[in-house]
């Protein structure tokens, strides 16, 4: 048991990513903020890259009066970028005011790239989109419910990742529009 819990810690060590850490309720301006301190006293800014509270801007209106406030997305909770090594989980986990790590065990577990970009915390790399086929080409769909219906492009627009294409469905002409990643170039 022991070991597996040990196998567990070391599979993050040395990996850069997004941890969740838990802390007292109302704790997390102070967390972060004795995080900030060691990291600036101890020179760990090449390790612990980032400490994040999530909030959202929320427009309260009391009688007559409008103002904005901020609102703790996940209260008791402080998003850290990090490197996980022993020295930076120590740091973190001796924190006043922090309970400890999201993860089994409560050892350190990265968030996925996907859970990363959904909570808005970094905006995901752009990637670029090329096509194979052009404006009249034939294309072959591959998408479930239309898969194999062949289909003439007439507009493709990259940044909204869809193509509009004109297909034969029951003797009449029928335009759809598709992800782009559900259609390829017809040879014939």
Do not use: C
Request: no cysteine; hydrophobic share 35%; charged share 30%.
């Amino acid at each position: 048991m022991a070991e597996e819990k040990r196998d567990e810690k070391s599979m993050n060590i040395g990996k850069l990513g997004w941890y969740i850490i838990h802390t007292y309720s109302g704790y997390e301006n102070k967390v972060e903020q004795n995080i900030r301190k060691v990291v600036e006293n101890r020179g760990l800014q090449d390790k612990i890259q980032q400490v994040l509270i999530p909030i959202q801007k929320v427009e309260e209106i009391n009688g007559a009066k409008k103002q904005v406030i901020d609102h703790k997305i996940f209260p008791g909770y402080v998003l850290v970028k990090m490197v996980y090594t022993e020295e930076t989980w120590a740091v973190v986990r001796n924190t006043r005011g922090v309970t400890g790590f999201v993860g089994p065990g409560s050892f350190p577990t990265p968030l996925t790239p996907a859970e990363v970009a959904k909570m808005g915390i970094e905006q995901p790399i752009e990637k670029v989109t090329e096509v194979s086929f052009k404006v009249g080409d034939r294309v072959r769909i591959t998408s479930d419910s239309m898969n194999g219906y062949i289909a003439v492009v007439e507009s493709i627009d990259i940044e909204k990742n869809e193509v509009e294409a004109i297909v034969q469905m029951f003797g009449r002409s029928t335009k759809i529009t598709l992800p782009l990643d559900q259609v390829e170039k017809y040879e014939d």
